[in-house]
């Protein structure tokens, strides 16, 4: 290992610290992938209040998700139009759930939750549906089947690049297998949402907030910023070592 990324801060460092001032983070899988499904597919480029009211509106015209798999495209669209992009949302959620029908014969999804299937199989079998991208797979099986997956979305992405556990510009699909290997698995739900309320709070995209940091001693983006000068008087926080 090289001296640089000997100093450089590990994820469980990272977790710690980050536990402090956000945690903490406890694991409460649901049980229901399909729903897990529907609102990752309905939360892509838009904001959780927006993702959330169109779910709701979605759930009140739709009760069942039989009901949905069956419905008529321009009511999808119309239901979930509060969440943005509903003319591509609305196709892509009938036409996965009616993939499942068509291959399952209903809607059940209990067999990707037995707990002799390995994660790998089936985040497989959830990825071969058309429009089900590692970040989707990854909810479901983390937040509905409490299996071991990581998902990365723009904030965890971010956040990992600026701390150098993925390099610069690696895309979204390779960082899921990069962060999963570096990440130990028992973390991978605290890391996720410790990383998405970090990004939201003081790693924000622009302009983040490194000064407040708890994270800047051992962020080489946040030591790139300290030295050249991007924000005045930054100073490594004691308060924050993992002593
Ligand atoms: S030091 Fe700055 S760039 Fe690094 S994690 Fe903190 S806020 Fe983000």
Redesign the pocket.
Known sequence: MQEQERDRIQPAQILMRLTRIYGPFESRPHGDPITELVLTILSQNTSDTNSGRAFMRLKQRFPTWDELAAADEAEVEQAIAAGGLAKQKAPRIIATLREIVNRQGSLDLSHLAEPRLRVEKAREWLMSLRGVGPKTAACVLLFALGKRALPVDTHVHR?SA??GLIPPGMNAAKAHAALEAIVPDRLFYAFHIALIK?GRR??RASR???QQ?P??AG?P??ER?LISGDYASAQLSEAFSDA
């Open positions: 956040v600026r701390l970090h003081l790693c983040p907030h490194c940091c994270l800047l962020c983006e946040g910023r």
